[in-house]
């Protein structure tokens, strides 16, 4: 567990300590290495790390069953000639190498010292992998997703020749980049299906940039720091969620900012932060908007304001008790007789279909309901459908 120039799988220290001290179970991370006493020296080194320069007589060899072995470059236990702790700022800091489980545990683990991009130019579909099993891993589970989703011949042959690639220059257990997929397009592969794959398979890396906080901070780029940061705030809370508040998808937050600014950008040119608004400047800018988004635009200041007052970013609720109304709700018109027809016509051979139009036009699920149902949500004997957690009667 040391970076350097090896001449072989062991550092001379450890190879001096093999050497002169005999092979046994460690008592700490239960591998079988040479001991001094019941602990190996890995284990010792870390105890001497943890315990610091004044404790060596009183050591808690247990103690790399929980904080893990700090990895080191070869060769660099040897003290200076002035002993003495090093400053916080020069405290090497590496990555932790966390014990493996006691049951068929490896004997060594080289860890990753730097993760550079990976090429893709020069490798194909054919190049061996870098390690045994992880193509298989992932081809298998292209398969299986490939069958839930309804993929293509080609598109499942154009998905596994990527992983392939992908499997030629990563390790087992290393996580793929979504960067490294996006490279595949070159290629006429469609990343958005390997990305996928390896979602499923739990082997991607998403360092894709966050798109939604990049077009927020463009449509927030002119208004002073101090009302960027408390919409920043408010953003913030749609996107987790807070006490008593579920998280908003994606496209409700993008209607929200895009429905209310106009009014921030008018009140930027005024204030300075979003305390300095009154109710003055709500009511008169919701009463000039039109009458079709008057009452979602009152609604989305009302929870602007409702949030940086619980959030305790503002003192006072401008936008509390605003009223505007509320839209006309749409009377449902009949389906059309040659509709009904066409209809009736696709779904005479097809039985998936006809589960689908009857799941969405006599029970009223939405399409994303619709793909989510799961066997277990339907329940033929009761007749109950619980389309996630909505308790329906089924009928015959």
């Not at 040391?2 to 062991?10: I, N, P, Q, V």
């Not at 689908?356 to 036009?361: D, Q, Y």
Request: net charge positive; with cysteine; hydrophobic share 40%.
């Amino acid at each position: 567990m040391a970076w350097g120039l090896l001449t072989e799988r062991l550092c001379r220290a450890c190879r001096s300590f093999s050497d002169t001290h005999p092979a046994g179970t460690c008592s700490t991370c239960r591998r079988d290495l040479p001991l001094n006493g019941t602990v190996c020296r890995p284990c010792r080194k870390q105890a001497s790390l943890v315990a610091g320069p004044g404790s060596k007589a009183a050591l808690d060899l247990t103690v790399a069953a929980v904080t893990g072995h700090q990895l080191f470059l070869a060769g660099s236990f040897r003290r200076p000639s002035s002993p003495g702790p090093l400053p916080a700022s020069t405290a090497p800091q590496a990555a932790t190498w966390r014990l493996p489980p006691r049951a068929g545990q490896p004997h060594w683990i080289q860890a990753m010292i730097c993760d550079p991009p990976r090429d893709l130019t020069r490798v194909s579909s054919r190049s061996p992998p870098a390690g045994s099993g992880l193509a298989g891993v992932l081809l298998a589970c292209a398969r299986r997703t490939a069958e839930l989703r309804g993929w293509s011949p080609r598109t499942l042959a154009l998905a596994s020749s990527g992983l392939q690639i992908l499997a030629a220059v990563h390790d087992p257990g290393e996580r793929v980049r979504a960067s490294t997929v996006q490279q595949l397009k070159a290629r006429n592969i469609p990343a958005r299906h390997v990305i996928d794959v390896l979602d499923q398979a739990g082997a991607l890396l998403d360092d894709r940039p966050d798109s939604l906080a990049v077009w927020a901070e463009e449509q927030l780029s002119g208004f002073p720091p101090q009302i960027r940061a408390e919409l920043g705030a408010w953003i913030e809370v749609l996107r987790s969620g807070g006490t008593r508040r579920t998280p908003r998808a994606r496209s409700t937050i993008v209607t929200s900012i895009s429905s209310i600014r106009p009014f921030l950008a008018g009140v930027s040119g005024q204030y300075a932060t979003l305390r300095q608004v009154t109710r003055h400047d709500i009511t008169s800018w919701i009463a000039a908007r039109p009458g079709r988004s008057r009452a979602r635009d009152a609604s989305t200041l009302r929870t602007l304001f409702r949030i940086l007052k619980t959030e305790r970013l503002i003192f006072a609720d401008p936008a509390r008790g605003i009223r505007s109304g509320r839209n006309n709700s749409s009377i449902p018109v009949p389906a059309r007789a040659p509709d009904l027809a066409a209809v009736s016509g696709a779904i005479s051979g097809n039985p998936a279909l006809r589960v689908v139009v009857a799941l969405t036009g006599m029970h009223a699920l939405q399409p994303g309901a619709v793909r989510r149902l799961r066997l277990d949500q339907v329940d033929l004997a009761d007749r109950r459908l619980d389309p996630g957690g909505l308790n329906r009667p089924l009928d015959e």
